[in-house]
C-alpha cells in the first residue's frame, strides 16, 4: 500500500476550475503510473483520467477537452486540472497507482489515496 497525499478539492461556482494533486513523494525510489477516479452519490466510481511515466495519458469522454492530467516523475504527483466545471463534476475524486516501477511489492499499483470532494455549485 502506497501512502497517497491528495489536495486541492473544494467549491466553486459552474464554469471555474480546480486543481487536485495526488504525491506519492515519500515513494523516492519508485515511478508510478497513474490516475483519477471519481464517485458521486448513488454512482458507481468511474474512471476520470490516466497517465503514465512518459506522459502518455488518455481521459475520459465526459470530461475530454475540460480536464487535464499531467505528472511529475522526480516528484511522484499527479495533477488533474479541471477546467469549465459543471454541477455534474461534483464528486469525491480519488488518486490511484496503476504501476509502480521499480518492484511490485515496494512500488504497489492499485493503491487510493484518501479523496478529495469537489463541488460544483449551479
Known amino acids: 500500500q502506497v501512502q497517497l497525499e491528495q489536495s486541492g478539492g473544494g467549491s466553486v461556482q459552474a464554469g471555474g476550475s480546480l486543481r487536485l494533486s495526488c504525491s506519492a513523494s515519500k515513494y523516492t525510489h519508485c515511478m508510478f503510473a497513474m490516475s483519477w477516479y471519481r464517485q458521486a452519490p448513488g454512482k458507481e466510481r468511474e474512471f476520470v483520467a490516466g497517465?503514465?511515466?512518459?506522459?502518455?495519458?488518455n481521459v475520459a469522454d465526459s470530461v475530454k477537452g475540460r480536464f487535464t492530467i499531467s505528472i511529475h516523475n522526480a516528484k511522484n504527483t499527479v495533477y488533474l486540472q479541471m477546467n469549465s466545471l459543471k454541477p455534474e463534476d461534483t464528486a469525491m475524486y480519488y488518486c490511484k497507482t496503476d504501476i509502480g516501477y521499480g518492484g511490485s511489492v515496494v512500488c504497489p499499483a492499485n493503491s487510493w489515496g484518501q479523496g478529495t470532494l469537489v463541488t460544483v455549485s449551479s
Open positions: 497517465i503514465d511515466t512518459d506522459g502518455t495519458s
